[in-house]
């Protein structure tokens, strides 16, 4: 059995490159399962229900679908003699999970559902009579990933239901052409990490522009050239030629008269509002402009509208600059990737949303200058294909007006 099952996983390893089905996200890789198993005995055998195991193991084949093979054993006690009945039975089955979602509580779990079927040989020892049967199964289950604090190994908690069935023509049972079992796992499903590297998030590809240009000296392709090397693009650039290491406003001319604290452009003497965040467009007095920003490290904990401690922290920036800005309102929006049904997805976002106003509010933000919308999967900014365009379609956008 160990070597049927290490040959499974070497042969599938080569299916499971792009793969998330019926795993923790990131640990897309083959994985291995051991389960308690609990089992309510076909009525017609003369026993009690019976306890065992289940170990085994999957590999990835598509987003949703896997492949695994299950190894159970369990025993029964006899009504007769109180003495054990045996059943043993492997079995191949296909997996489909339908995605990841949660409740949107911090302290209730995420899950994904999924439901497997498939053929399986059953080795049923009844009143010390052995007999061997072709079975089928079917069952439904959660996954419950593990994740404790900073701890994240890709480890879930792996709940079940099935059906077990057999052709029994008789020969375990009299009179009985089939016999039906059920029963109820719970265990754990572990990735094997040490034999496969979970796989890595795919670089985003740049765009390709109408005319690229070179650098003659590093070779490195830009769709806009910035010849003195400031940070500014030629075509924005007014003063041109700028030494190496010179620091610049957004127009490309150097700054003379003093510290750039919040690194705008626009000198901290000059400045009229202090403390933008980092990526907002400022007028020449420092002041933000209307624009519509993403909201870069604004994350959440995974399925929920929880904001991780590095969100926190890029917020509390932002809180700053409306604070030093009274003019300031924003439109908040809220955007999911398609993982999960469009209903969950519109109501995630909008809950994230709200949960950056809250936030806000609780910093002593006027509620009255903000609005919040969820748009849920409506507006990708790229295709949901990758697991890279996933993660650049999960954001928060302010849209900063003026009055």
């Not at 997996?95 to 949660?102: K, Q, S």
């Not at 094997?192 to 522009?209: D, G, I, M, R």
Request: net charge negative; glycine share 12%; aromatic share 8%.
């Amino acid at each position: 059995m160990r070597k049927l099952l290490w040959g499974f996983f070497a042969a599938g390893a080569l299916w499971a490159q792009q793969a998330a089905a019926v795993n923790t996200d990131g640990y897309d890789i083959p994985y291995a399962t051991g389960s308690f198993v609990y089992e309510l005995s076909d009525g017609s055998r003369d026993s009690n229900n019976g306890l065992g195991f289940n170990v085994g193991g999957g590999i990835p084949l598509t987003e949703h679908g896997a492949v695994e093979l299950n190894y159970y054993g369990l025993s029964r006690k006899r009504d007769i003699d109180g003495n054990d009945d045996y059943q043993n039975g492997v079995f191949a089955n296909y997996v489909y999970d339908f995605g990841l979602f949660g409740f949107n509580q911090k302290y209730l779990p995420n899950f994904k559902p999924y439901v497997l079927g498939g053929p399986g040989y059953v080795l049923d020892d009844v009143r010390g009579s052995k007999h061997n049967h072709f079975g089928l199964d079917a069952g439904a289950g959660l996954l419950f990933p593990l994740h404790v604090g900073s701890w994240d190994w890709g480890w879930a908690v792996r709940t079940e239901a099935g059906v077990v069935g057999q052709l029994d023509n008789g020969k375990s049972v009299d009179n009985q052409s089939t016999l039906w079992d059920v029963h109820f796992t719970v265990g754990l499903q572990i990735p094997l990490t040490p034999f496969f590297k979970p796989h890595q998030s795919a670089t985003p590809v740049q765009p390709e522009c109408a005319l690229a240009v070179v650098n003659p000296v590093t070779g490195r392709k830009d769709c806009v050239a910035d010849s003195d090397g400031d940070g500014v693009p030629d075509n924005l650039d007014q003063c041109p030629g700028t030494p190496a290491g010179t620091k610049v406003d957004e127009k490309g001319c150097p700054v003379e008269n003093g510290n750039d604290a919040d690194g705008d452009g626009v000198t901290d003497d000059a400045d009229q509002c202090p403390n933008t965040p980092a990526g907002v467009q400022v007028d020449a007095k420092g002041c933000a402009i209307e624009q519509t920003i993403v909201l870069q490290n604004v994350n959440f904990e995974t399925g929920s509208a929880v904001l991780t401690g590095q969100a926190t922290k890029v917020l509390d920036g932002i809180a700053s600059a409306l604070k030093g800005q009274p003019n300031i309102h924003v439109e908040i929006s809220g955007h999911t990737d398609s993982t999960g049904t469009p209903a969950f997805n519109l109501a995630l976002s909008q809950q994230r949303a709200e949960s950056v106003r809250q936030y806000l509010i609780g910093k002593g933000i006027d509620a009255g200058r903000m609005m919040t919308q969820g748009f849920g999967e409506t507006k990708p900014l790229v295709s949901n294909n990758s697991e890279a365009g996933r993660a650049q379609n999960r954001r928060v956008e302010f849209k900063i007006l003026l009055n």
